[in-house]
């Protein structure tokens, strides 16, 4: 199995980072039931003011290929733009548990 962790930060106004991190966790957490290969979602929206991140998932698939499977899936595709012009910086990390 893989775990594939991306954390994003977005800009604009705390509202227009909240209204956008609430909209794409709602997009993301649907995903489970469109993408075969996507076993589980975890998505959290940062409650820390201290902390300049604003939305970190976790997703399960079985394997390193599936995650590009996920990645290239339309659903997948379609929830990644709803962030399109709000975000402003990603980073991930793969890994085989």
Same mark, same amino acid.
């Given at each position: 199995m893989?775990?594939?962790?991306?954390?994003?930060?977005f800009? !604009?106004?705390?509202?227009?980072? #909240?209204?956008? +991190?609430? +909209?794409?966790?709602?997009?993301?957490?649907?995903l489970?039931?469109?993408?075969?290969?996507?076993?589980?979602?975890?998505? !959290?929206?940062?409650?820390?003011?201290?902390?300049t991140?604003?939305v970190?998932?976790?997703?399960?698939?079985?394997? #390193?290929a599936?995650v590009?499977?996920?990645?290239?899936h339309?659903?997948?595709?379609?929830?990644?733009?709803?962030? !399109? !012009?709000?975000?402003?910086?990603r +980073?991930c990390?793969?890994?085989e548990f």
């Open positions: 893989v775990k594939h962790i991306v954390t994003f930060k800009k !604009g106004s705390d509202e227009e980072r #909240m209204e956008a +991190a609430k +909209a794409f966790k709602a997009a993301l957490m649907a489970p039931d469109q993408i075969d290969v996507l076993k589980s979602m975890e998505v !959290g929206i940062n409650e820390n003011p201290a902390e991140w604003d970190v998932l976790t997703a399960v698939v079985p394997t #390193m599936d590009d499977v996920y990645a290239k339309p659903a997948h595709v379609a929830a990644a733009s709803l962030i !399109g !012009g709000v975000k402003e910086s +980073a990390v793969d890994y």
